[in-house]
């Protein structure tokens, strides 16, 4: 299967806290993404980072892309408990493939 | 600005009912247009993706088809519902400027099959 992993699958923590996330992903790929997603609700995009890109600033949003580990972080500064939500990084194969993590579930405390 | 139209947003069909969900988008031309489908607590799964008219690409092969009968406009089908159907389906579209970029989604469908 060309979906990523993300870990952990689950993260639970308090208001103020910085909140990390993972993902694995397996071929070559051109860019990668995050999404964040509401409960039952559709994807919303966070933000890209290219392959030659290492490090990516959003807000409170910073993503590194270490492309010899195939591998993504995600770390939300200051959690709010407006983050809770599930996250998930998604790869571009094949140029028009885009294919997601399997996500991680925050929930942050007040 | 660009927006993506999926409905109906809940649907209950019975075994061995047929489906169709429409998605549409405005705004944009030639866009790449997708379908996923959620299981409850889990991630996205590709199922179909389309580049243009009438070039539809499966990566799930089961009993769902998809088309794209207009440049903005991708329809999801089943002659016949099984239980396994079941699930949160979601529409999703892109554009290629060099490389595939960002994503906007519709707000979903939950299909339940009973």
């Known amino acids: 299967s060309q979906q990523g992993e993300e870990d952990p699958q689950a993260l639970s923590i308090q208001e103020g806290e910085n909140a990390t996330m993972n993902c694995s992903y397996k071929t070559s790929i051109n860019n990668l993404q995050w999404y964040r997603q509401n409960s039952g609700r559709g994807l919303v995009h966070l933000i890209l980072?290219?392959?030659?890109?290492r490090e990516k600033h959003s807000g409170r949003l910073r993503v590194t892309l270490d492309t010899s580990k195939k591998s993504s972080s995600l770390l939300i500064t200051a959690s709010r408990a407006a983050d809770t939500a599930s996250y998930f990084c998604?790869?571009?194969?094949?140029?028009?493939?885009?294919?997601f993590g399997t996500g991680t579930r925050l929930q942050v405390f007040p | 600005s660009q927006t993506i139209h999926q409905w109906p947003a809940t649907l209950v069909q019975p075994v061995g009912s047929p489906l169709s969900l429409e998605c549409t988008v405005e705004g944009t031309s030639n866009p790449n247009l997708y379908w996923y489908r959620q299981a409850a607590g889990r991630g996205l799964q590709l199922l179909f993706y389309?580049?243009?008219?009438?070039?539809i690409s499966s990566e799930v092969p089961q009993n769902l088809s998809a088309s794209r009968p207009q440049d903005r406009q991708f329809i999801l089908s089943s002659k016949k519902l099984l239980l396994s159907d079941s699930g949160f389906y979601l529409c999703?579209?892109?554009?290629?400027?060099?490389?595939?970029?960002?994503?906007?989604f519709g707000q979903g469908t939950r299909l339940t099959v009973v």
């Open positions: 980072i290219r392959s030659n890109e």
């Open positions: 389309s580049v243009g008219i009438g070039q």
């Open positions: 999703a579209w892109s554009s290629r400027q060099g490389a595939l970029g960002e994503a906007f």
């Open positions: 998604a790869t571009v194969y094949n140029t028009d493939k885009l294919i």
